[in-house]
């Protein structure tokens, strides 16, 4: 497979733009960074023997719901309470900024661990999406499930689009005979909104590659981009789907939670090298995030957690478009209004902050199936070189999590599509020869 060039990911102007910056490069208004206030931090709880090798870890996040356990984690000073209390927090403008500071790493003006599409860490150490070069990446947690969603433009709202669509395939098709293209945006190729949409619409029959052109945006400029007419649908995380609505300009087609419950979305990673060299501190971070995860699922907690994510420095937006979808009340925008979802953003329950085997074992078999990742691949091995649920379960230990609170296995089995199509982990490649639409080559 062709390695994908950095310049391929960023489509519009404004990402080309951000998508070559630096974290000490870009301007006030696209890049801060918070520190925990000391009088904000509770009492340091490190056990004899863990003391973290370093104090500081620079950690990056992109403008969306499912950054909160990162910006919590400093805000209540979780990170400080672990023996981390020089960690910071900053905001990258895109997935492809992430994955440029990534590559360069704190010690060269970049970033240590991050906030992230969990596909990306697989196709960062593969070299994939970092022009060849392979930047070894680990998977240390789980940071939500749910949460995201499909988004129409205004101007289809008459053909009733949504989870199965008997409309979705002739509105495209009506469309590109006359000489539009249809433009579908997500956020990064082969990451999780790239791969819902995917499936999405090759359930309903449209091929991605063939009947549609998928865009990448970035998250904060998605609603902006629809307003201006630039693409019929796009997919992404809270809270731009509900801004969506809020602002009239398009509405939620359905949640992907819909199309698969309670799925794995964005995860905790950093590079591996810091990791190794810092194995101690690295399950502090940890430990400090599955604390956040806790506070955020707390029903108590939700509206504080929109007050604290909404704030310039992070999401830039009003609590209120936060506060909804979080609470597990989402109006779609078309009439439809569900209160207390099933497939509101889970940060704790249900195992949410476990990196699940089985999970990832889909992600690199469905980038596979779009030949992000070559074919022959082997998957297990690659799953087993960026997965670290070990350190996870050192954290819980650590933290002394009772039993009910940790998975007894590393896979969470048979996993079942709204299409009725099945992924089961110990056989990916029966999933792959279920498929009808596919990008790889029989």
């Known amino acids: 497979m062709t390695h994908l060039s950095r310049r391929k990911f960023i489509i519009t102007a404004g990402a080309t733009a951000a998508g070559t910056l630096l974290v000490h490069g870009c301007s006030s208004s696209t ?4 520190s925990a206030s000391p009088s904000a931090a509770p009492a340091v709880n490190v056990a004899a023997g863990d003391t973290p090798e370093v104090t500081t870890a620079t950690l990056g996040f992109i403008a969306l719901t499912d950054s909160a356990p990162l910006i919590v984690a400093q805000e209540k000073g979780y990170f400080a309470k ?3 209390k020089d960690v910071k927090v900053v905001k990258q403008t895109s997935w492809a900024t992430t994955r440029d500071n990534l590559s360069t790493g704190s010690q060269g003006g970049g970033i240590d661990g991050a906030h992230i599409l969990t596909p990306m860490p697989y196709l960062m150490t593969t070299g994939k999406i970092t022009d060849g070069k392979e930047i070894p990446m680990y998977i240390l947690a789980r940071l939500n499930l749910d949460g995201q969603a499909i988004s129409i433009a205004n101007t289809y709202k008459d053909l009733k689009i949504g989870l199965e669509s008997t409309t979705l395939k002739s509105a495209f098709a009506k469309e590109k005979a006359a000489g539009n293209a249809v433009k579908c945006a997500v956020t990064f190729p082969g990451g999780t909104h790239d791969l819902w949409m995917r ?3 090759a359930a309903n029959g449209v091929d991605p590659n063939k009947d549609a052109s998928l865009i990448v945006i970035p998250p904060p400029q998605m609603v902006s981009n629809m307003q201006e007419g630039q693409m019929a649908s796009f997919c992404v995380g ?5 801004k969506l609505v809020k602002d009239n300009i398009g509405y939620s087609a359905l949640t992907t939670g819909e199309l698969w419950n309670k799925h794995p979305e964005k995860a905790f990673s950093m590079r591996a090298d810091w990791v190794d060299k810092n194995p101690k501190a ?15 699922d707390k029903a108590e907690n939700k509206k504080e957690m929109a007050d604290i994510i909404a704030k310039r420095e992070y999401l830039k937006v009003d ?3 936060i506060a909804g979808r979080l609470q597990g009340t989402i109006d779609f925008g078309n009439g439809r209004v569900e209160e207390n979802s099933p497939h509101v953003m889970k940060f704790w329950q249900d195992f949410a902050s476990y990196p699940f085997v089985s999970h ?7 980038d ?20 670290r649920e070990d350190i996870w379960r050192d954290a819980a230990k650590a933290m002394k999590l009772p039993e009910a609170e940790i998975p007894k296995t590393a896979s969470r089995g048979v996993e079942t599509f709204f299409d009725g199509v099945k992924f089961d982990p110990e056989n990916p490649e029966a999933y792959l020869k279920s498929l009808k639409i596919t990008a790889m080559k029989a």
């Open 82 to 84: 672990y023996g981390m």
């Open 319 to 321: 609590a209120a478009a």
């Open 31 to 34: 890049t801060t960074t918070t």
């Open 199 to 201: 499936y999405w619409l």
């Open 368 to 387: 596979k199936r779009w030949g992000y990742l070559p074919s022959d691949l082997d998957t297990k091995a690659l799953v087993k070189k960026v997965n």
């Open 238 to 242: 809270e809270p731009w789907n509900a």
């Open 282 to 296: 690295a399950k502090a971070l940890v430990m400090a995030v599955m604390e956040a995860q806790m506070w955020c």
């Open 360 to 366: 990832d074992t889909w992600f690199v078999t469905e």
